[in-house]
């Protein structure tokens, strides 16, 4: 699976739009870009995946670049609940590495009153 | 939907005990569910991937045998940590693959504490 580089660590203001940016440049073209995030001592919670095109539900948008190599994660109006890890994984369709998630270190997303 | 559950939530054992942790998939059906390990300050990463009817398939370096994994239902898989040593204390998560195959759901995690 195609390797991620995220920033470290995110500030945003609590009713700000958050947006977090995701390089995945080695991607190639069956392989799904999936948003996960993961708050202090909980699982992961999944928060959206695409392929080529944008998505949106009821969490957040996912905007994929027109030549698949960075995403940006846009949670619209941030609150302090969104204060987590989050993290952005390439998946392969299928193969041997079927359904395998490879979790890097993440972008620290610190949400402030 | 997709709601994952394990249990026990926390666990505390001595030293050379085995201790079982199970992972439900509540409301859907799921064939392939997989068990990560969290170390504090740390990534998850994963351990095994656990196929219903099936033998699991363990990642590099984490030994099949301490680290049993039964897949018996397609709603039901565990984790038993056997002859547990202190530096088997951890985070334990699973997930479960949804009803779709492609996206993965995770469980709230169970904290292992031996001493």
């Known amino acids: 699976d195609a390797k991620t580089t995220q920033p470290t660590s995110m500030d945003c203001a609590e009713g700000r739009a958050a947006n977090l940016p995701c390089n995945h440049s080695?991607?190639?073209?069956?392989?799904?870009v999936y948003w996960y995030r993961q708050i202090h001592s909980q699982g992961p919670q999944y928060i959206i995946h695409?392929?080529?095109n944008n998505e949106t539900n009821e969490m957040a948008s996912l905007i994929i670049t027109e030549d698949r190599k960075s995403s940006t994660l846009i949670l619209p109006h941030a609150t302090l609940r969104d204060t987590a890890v989050y993290y952005c994984?390439?998946?392969?369709?299928?193969?041997?590495?079927?359904?395998?998630?490879?979790f890097g270190q993440g972008t620290i997303l610190t949400v402030h009153p | 939907g997709a709601v994952v559950s394990q249990h026990p939530s926390r666990v505390i054992c001595k030293s050379g005990t085995s201790v079982k942790i199970e992972c439900r998939s509540l409301d859907f059906q799921a064939t392939t569910m997989f068990w990560y390990r969290q170390f504090p300050k740390q990534s998850l990463m994963l351990m095994a991937t656990?196929?219903?009817?099936?033998?699991?398939?363990?990642e590099q370096g984490v030994e099949k045998d301490k680290f049993l994994i039964n897949h018996a239902s397609l709603t039901l898989s565990t984790l038993t940590v056997t002859s547990a040593h202190p530096e088997d204390s951890s985070f334990y998560i699973c997930?479960?693959?949804?009803?779709?195959?492609?996206?993965?759901?995770f469980g709230p995690g169970t904290r292992l504490l031996v001493l």
């Open positions: 080695t991607i190639s073209g069956n392989e799904y």
């Open positions: 994984i390439v998946l392969s369709a299928g193969g041997t590495s079927y359904g395998k998630l490879t």
């Open positions: 695409g392929l080529k």
């Open positions: 997930s479960a693959l949804g009803g779709g195959g492609e996206t993965q759901y």
């Open positions: 656990s196929n219903e009817g099936s033998k699991a398939t363990y």
